[in-house]
C-alpha cells in the first residue's frame, strides 16, 4: 500500500491522491507494523542532528528509518541554511529566529509523528526528498 507524501492519506494503485490530488510521483511506500514497532526508538535519533547516522546505517532496510532518516537530514540542512543567513545584520537575525523556532516546531513534530508511528511529513520542508 502506498501514502500520500503530501496528506499522508492512504491510496491504492490511483494515479492522483483522492484526498489532496497530488501527483502519483510524491508517494511512498509504508512501512509494515512490525518495521515500525521494531524501529520507533531508534528514528527518534533522526532527528538529533548527526545522530541521525546511525539509525541510517544500523537499519539500512527499514522504510520507517529511511523516511525519518530523510525527514531529519532535511531540517538539518535547513536549520544550517539558517544559520548561514543568520550572519546577515538585522534581516538575517529576524529570519534565522524564525527559522529557529519553525525548526524547533518541525523537530518537536518529527519526534511526536516517530513515536506515534507515524510517517507524515514536516510542514512546507517534508516534501524534499533526498534519501530514497
Known amino acids: 500500500m502506498a501514502f500520500c507524501r503530501q496528506c499522508g492519506e492512504q491510496i491504492g494503485e490511483a494515479r492522483f491522491c483522492p484526498s489532496c490530488g497530488a501527483a502519483a510521483d510524491i508517494f511512498q511506500a509504508a512501512a509494515s507494523a512490525n518495521d515500525?514497532?521494531?524501529n520507533?526508538?531508534?528514528?527518534?535519533l533522526c532527528y538529533l542532528g548527526i545522530l541521525l547516522l546511525i539509525p541510517l546505517l544500523v537499519k539500512p532496510e527499514s522504510q520507517f528509518v529511511k523516511y525519518h532518516s530523510n525527514?531529519?537530514?532535511?531540517?538539518?540542512?535547513f536549520t544550517m541554511i539558517i544559520g548561514v543567513v543568520g550572519i546577515i545584520p538585522i534581516?538575517?537575525?529576524l529570519a534565522a529566529v524564525v527559522g529557529g523556532v519553525f525548526s524547533?516546531?518541525?523537530l518537536i513534530m518529527?519526534?511526536?509523528n516517530t513515536v506515534n508511528g507515524e510517517m507524515k511529513p514536516?510542514?512546507?520542508i517534508g516534501s524534499i526528498v533526498i534519501l530514497k
Open 40 to 44: 520507533k526508538l531508534i528514528s527518534i
Open 71 to 77: 525527514q531529519g537530514l532535511v531540517l538539518l540542512l
Open 110 to 112: 518529527g519526534i511526536v
Open 104 to 106: 524547533f516546531v518541525c
Open 91 to 93: 534581516i538575517g537575525w
Open 36 to 38: 515500525i514497532e521494531d
Open 122 to 124: 514536516l510542514p512546507l
